[in-house]
């Protein structure tokens, strides 16, 4: 094994063990992504450039895109938008952006040293994977994005503030 594998490796975990040790979720969810990079290199490195890239693009992009949405979507207010500012300080960044820093300098170094991958590995296109999921997988697709359809509306259902409202015999009371 390359000793870029076990760089990558430990990367991973120890970002995944900051994920789930982080009582923030912005901080968890930085992590997160620092840790799908990680896999993302390590697929890379044993011959799936197409399944690293999908794990860049499908997983890290979607969740900061997520992230994103919901945050836009609940409208937490002033109080939480400040809360978040303390939450983001510069200092939060140095870690997670020093492994990334790392993993992109094990990513040069490996496209630079042009390896050929093992004479085993079956090569897959794009045009594979895609008949793969909507052939003979077309309902677990379908359900499954039906399935995150529902946990996005029970998400805004939940965290949507409700207005305090006064009963109608309660309104017009004066004493």
Not at 37 to 58: K, S, T, W
Not at 109 to 115: A, E, I, P, T
Not at 130 to 141: D, H, N, Q, R, T
Request: charged letters at 15%; glycine letters at 6%.
């Amino acid at each position: 094994m390359d000793p870029a594998f076990y760089i990558a490796a430990a990367i991973a975990i120890l970002s995944t063990l900051m994920v789930i040790t982080r009582y923030n979720i912005m901080h968890a969810l930085l992590y997160l992504v620092v840790s799908l990079l990680a896999v993302a290199v390590v697929l890379y490195m044993y011959g799936a450039p197409f399944m690293a890239a999908l794990e860049v693009i499908v997983y890290a992009g979607a969740i900061m895109v997520l992230l994103i949405f919901f945050v836009m979507m609940l409208n937490l207010g002033k109080e939480s938008a400040e809360r978040e500012r303390g939450w983001l300080k510069p200092r939060i960044w140095i870690f997670p952006s020093l492994l990334c820093i790392i993993l992109l300098g094990e990513l040069v170094f490996l496209v630079l040293q042009n390896r050929q991958p093992v004479s085993d590995v079956i090569i897959v296109n794009p045009k594979d994977v895609g008949m793969a999921l909507f052939g003979p997988y077309i309902i677990a697709v379908e359900l499954t994005g039906i399935l995150l359809m529902a946990g996005i509306v029970g998400a805004y259902h939940l965290g949507r503030q409700k207005q305090k409202t006064l009963h109608r015999f309660l309104e017009n009371t004066e004493v």
